[in-house]
């Protein structure tokens, strides 16, 4: 009995590496199309000046397909050890999850590069934080943060884009954080009851285009250079939510033109949070069921 118990386990292995196998090879070869034919890389490295000469569409579209590139790119440079670890009969961490389905950035860190996610958890934030119930928690956690961000800042080099990416990442974790805490004080508890259910998720997706802005900001620093992540954040950001914010109508200068722009980023921003919230909440399900399966079997 056990002797088949073995070998079916290893019938399922080599089933599960050829599955790998082959969709390594599918992101590969997608990659290397993606490659020949959007030539996002050679766009990002013109002059800025050349390159502030996109309109605000091919500035938002240049920037995302930059960031699914590096998210194909780190499936490959995650899956393939991977594959030879689990071909030695190891248990390799999951790779990086898709990029276009999260928009909490504490998410991002804990879900894309998961071995220095625990790195940095156990041995900086968790000693410089110390224990959640001590008197001054709130305080340390900021110091383990800063603690975090100047360790990756020193990590990957001190550069300007690099600056203003952990900085722009800081701030999204703090606005996470206050959310937090305001959403467990009683003047929040009327609104959810207020509200209901399918009212406080269209808040919450809402307000967390807050959150999502600056982590989305802050990797179009970190996959290019400083002057470029700042025509991006100028173009897509400051010169839209600016426009707006003076409530002026002047055709000749192209304000109707940012309007539509912003309200657009602003829909667009709150159906993307709505599916991550979704997907959120399906993934939890999903693992907590396969945790109850685990325990019943084992």
């Not at 800025?48 to 920037?63: D, G, R, V």
Request: hydrophobic share 50%.
């Amino acid at each position: 009995m056990a002797e088949i118990e073995n070998g079916s386990a290893k019938c399922i292995n080599c089933r599960v590496l050829l599955i790998r196998l082959v969709r390594i090879v599918a992101w590969f070869l997608a990659f290397e199309i993606i490659l020949h034919f959007i030539h996002v890389h050679a766009v990002l490295a013109i002059s800025p000046a050349l390159f502030n000469t996109l309109n605000e569409y091919e500035l938002a579209s240049i920037s995302y397909v930059n960031g699914k590139l590096f998210y194909i790119k780190y499936l490959l440079i995650f899956g393939i050890p991977s594959w030879f670890a689990l071909a030695d009969g190891m248990k390799p961490p999951a790779g990086p999850v898709c990029i276009s389905r999260i928009s909490k950035y504490s998410q991002m860190w804990r879900s894309f590069d998961r071995g220095l996610y625990i790195f940095l958890k156990k041995q900086l934030y968790m000693p410089v934080s110390g224990d959640p119930s001590s008197k001054y928690f709130s305080l340390r956690r900021f110091a383990a943060l800063g603690t975090v961000f100047l360790f990756v800042l020193a990590w990957h080099g001190i550069s300007s884009n690099y600056f203003y990416w952990v900085l722009l990442n800081s701030l999204e974790i703090s606005i996470e954080w206050f959310g937090v805490s305001v959403s467990k004080t009683a003047f929040y508890s009327k609104i959810r009851n207020f509200l209901g259910p399918r009212g406080e998720r269209r808040l919450i997706a809402f307000l967390m285009i807050t959150t999502a802005v600056p982590g989305i900001f802050g990797v179009f620093f970190f996959l290019s250079r400083k002057e470029i992540g700042i025509i991006i954040f100028k173009r897509l950001f400051i010169n839209l939510v600016g426009t707006v914010m003076q409530f002026t109508l002047n055709l000749p200068n192209r304000s109707l033109y940012y309007y539509a722009i912003f309200a657009h980023f602003i829909v667009l921003g709150y159906c993307f949070n709505h599916v991550c919230l979704e997907l959120e909440k399906y993934y939890t399900v999903k693992q907590v069921s396969g945790d109850e399966v685990k325990r019943k079997i084992l």
